[in-house]
């Protein structure tokens, strides 16, 4: 990780309560930065950031409220803004497409806008998705040349969310770049209704797993401090290497349907595997997976995680966590 460029440097994480803000919130302290997190809740438990609010500024606040973000944005002055806040339960954006909207789209609209001519922000990057991209018969997803074309409520509120930086870059030269990786997994994540802590969750309590879809759907599993090294570069990277206005899948490029996942994690758990298919999933993309070597060769990055280092790591946790 770069040390000096993060130092004393003034960063705003939106969404820093939540599963990757929280990893990303600690590794800025970590490095030095001053950190201001804006979320709906405080003090999530079970987190990460467990000993590490102390160093940094929390606001409770809804992005989706334009004058408080603005007010937040005028005091603190940020150089960095990372905007993750989101409802990124595709399960809840089905019940309740109307919150997620005002969450994810006016929520980017109010962050982007807030920043506008604000010459204090060096960069802002923004947390899209591999689901802005919606179904394509042709995969993997590329950034440059795949379409972005959401169906189902969480999926369009990405694709207008990652729209919308396309808009404020080309139209106001907003310094703004996106981010999109398809499942992020790993220690802290306390959306029990995400397949992998799940996962990991019934297999701690010796539970029948549940797969809510048919197991056939394809999806693309990423480490979660892979992620966080990639957002850390970029934010680093795009100011002195002029990328504003550009867009990175973030992935390990090793694809997997469902079942082989629950699968491996069985395996690697040592036990027989036990799980039931229940295929009642709806308003889901079937197959799903990035190319992402736009980030390798212009971010020099790359996932670190083999899947079984990642994996035991996010085991170690959750067993710890629920195996008594
Ligand atoms: N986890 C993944 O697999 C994944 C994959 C691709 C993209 N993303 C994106 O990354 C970002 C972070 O995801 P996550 O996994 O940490 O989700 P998360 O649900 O754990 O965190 C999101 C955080 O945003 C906060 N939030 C929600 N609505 C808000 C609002 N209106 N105002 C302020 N705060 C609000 C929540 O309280 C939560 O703490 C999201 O934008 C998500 O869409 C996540």
Same mark, same amino acid.
């Given at each position: 990780m770069p040390?000096s460029f993060?130092?004393?440097? %003034?960063?705003?994480?939106?969404?820093?309560e /939540?599963f990757?803000?929280?990893?990303?919130?600690?590794?800025?302290?970590?490095? /030095?930065? !001053?950190?201001v997190?804006?979320?709906?809740?405080k003090?999530?438990?079970?987190?990460?950031? &467990?000993?590490?609010?102390k #160093?940094?500024?929390?606001?409770?606040?809804? *992005?989706?409220?334009?004058s408080?973000? !603005?007010?937040? *944005?005028?005091?603190?002055?940020p150089?960095?803004? +990372?905007h993750l806040?989101? &409802?990124a339960?595709?399960? #809840?954006?089905?019940?309740d497409?109307?919150?997620?909207? %005002?969450?994810?789209?006016? /929520?980017?609209?109010n962050? @982007?806008?807030?920043?506008?001519?604000?010459?204090?922000i $060096?960069?802002?990057?923004?947390?899209?998705?591999?689901?802005?991209?919606?179904?394509h #018969?042709?995969?993997?997803?590329?950034?440059?040349?795949?379409?972005?074309?959401? $169906?189902?409520?969480?999926? *369009?509120? %990405?694709?207008?969310?990652d @729209? @919308?930086c396309?808009?404020?870059?080309?139209s +106001?030269?907003?310094?703004?770049c *996106?981010?999109?990786?398809?499942?992020i997994y790993g220690?802290?994540?306390?959306?029990?209704?995400?397949?992998?802590?799940?996962?990991? !969750?019934?297999?701690? #309590?010796?539970?029948?797993? =549940?797969?809510r879809?048919?197991?056939?759907f394809?999806? $693309?599993?990423?480490?979660?401090? $892979?992620?966080?090294?990639?957002?850390?570069?970029?934010?680093?990277? =795009?100011k002195?290497?002029?990328?504003?206005?550009?867009?990175?899948?973030?992935s390990?490029?090793?694809?997997l349907?469902?079942?082989? =996942?629950?699968k491996?994690?069985y395996?690697?758990?040592?036990?027989?595997?036990?799980?039931k298919?229940?295929?009642?999933?709806?308003?889901?993309?079937?197959?799903?997976?990035?190319?992402?070597?736009?980030?390798k060769?212009? @971010?020099?990055?790359?996932?670190r995680?083999?899947?079984? %280092?990642?994996?035991?790591?996010?085991?170690?946790?959750y067993?710890?966590?629920?195996?008594?």
């Amino acid at each position: 990780m770069p040390k000096s460029f993060w130092k004393n440097k %003034k960063v705003l994480v939106t969404g820093y309560e /939540g599963f990757l803000g929280s990893w990303l919130a600690k590794t800025l302290v970590e490095l /030095g930065s !001053r950190v201001v997190g804006i979320d709906i809740i405080k003090d999530r438990p079970h987190s990460v950031l &467990e000993g590490y609010r102390k #160093r940094l500024v929390s606001i409770k606040a809804d *992005v989706s409220n334009l004058s408080l973000v !603005r007010k937040t *944005v005028i005091e603190h002055r940020p150089s960095v803004i +990372f905007h993750l806040a989101a &409802e990124a339960i595709v399960g #809840r954006a089905n019940i309740d497409p109307v919150r997620a909207f %005002k969450s994810n789209i006016e /929520g980017t609209w109010n962050i @982007l806008e807030a920043s506008r001519g604000m010459k204090f922000i $060096d960069s802002i990057v923004v947390a899209s998705s591999d689901k802005a991209y919606g179904p394509h #018969r042709d995969l993997p997803y590329y950034e440059d040349t795949t379409a972005l074309k959401g $169906d189902h409520p969480y999926d *369009v509120s %990405k694709s207008c969310a990652d @729209l @919308l930086c396309n808009a404020y870059f080309v139209s +106001f030269k907003l310094p703004v770049c *996106v981010t999109r990786c398809g499942n992020i997994y790993g220690p802290g994540d306390n959306n029990f209704s995400r397949l992998m802590p799940d996962l990991f !969750r019934s297999i701690a #309590r010796n539970k029948t797993f =549940m797969i809510r879809s048919d197991g056939a759907f394809t999806r $693309d599993y990423i480490y979660v401090e $892979d992620v966080i090294s990639g957002y850390i570069l970029l934010g680093e990277k =795009m100011k002195s290497k002029n990328l504003a206005g550009q867009s990175f899948n973030l992935s390990n490029e090793k694809p997997l349907s469902v079942i082989s =996942m629950v699968k491996t994690v069985y395996k690697l758990a040592g036990k027989k595997p036990n799980y039931k298919i229940l295929n009642s999933t709806c308003n889901e993309i079937k197959d799903q997976y990035l190319c992402s070597s736009k980030a390798k060769r212009i @971010l020099s990055w790359k996932a670190r995680y083999e899947l079984s %280092k990642g994996l035991n790591k996010a085991m170690g946790y959750y067993m710890n966590r629920f195996s008594r």
